[in-house]
Nanobody, 121 residues
Framework: QVQVVESGGGLVQPGGSLRLSCAAS????????MGWYRQAPGQERELVAAITSGGTTNFADSVKGRFTISRDNAKNTVYLQMNSLKPEDTAVYYC???????????????WGQGTQVTVSS
């Protein structure tokens, strides 16, 4: 079983910054990709940013140039640095982990519980 724990959400003014963290633990053989999704009220969940084990990144067009994603492979942790935040960035942010199980050696996908990010003056 894999546990995914997020932290770092909160309330910030437009133009401000926040840093989200997500740590994965449990029966993990390897992590293939780590990413962040978000879901605003009444909208579908969308990809914000993702990073593979090799360091390849992918960003939603709406956050390019403002958000960065990084990971610490030794700690199975991924970070999302969000700068120049806008009110439209307000959403619940979910961490997504795709990897291979330690004992099953099968692919798994796990989600965090979500952390609220609110951008408002």
């Amino acid at each position: 079983q894999v546990q995914v724990v997020e932290s770092g959400g909160g309330l910030v003014q437009p133009g401000g910054s926040l840093r989200l963290s997500c740590a994965a633990s449990g029966s993990i053989s390897s992590i293939l990709s780590m990413g962040w999704y978000r879901q605003a009220p009444g909208q579908e969940r969308e990809l914000v940013a993702a990073i593979t084990s090799g360091g390849t990144t992918n960003f939603a067009d709406s956050v390019k140039g403002r958000f960065t994603i990084s990971r610490d492979n030794a700690k199975n942790t991924v970070y999302l640095q969000m700068n120049s935040l806008k009110p439209e960035d307000t959403a619940v942010y979910y961490c997504n982990i795709v990897g291979v199980g330690r004992f099953s050696f099968t692919r798994f996908e796990s989600w965090g519980q979500g952390t609220q990010v609110t951008v408002s003056s």
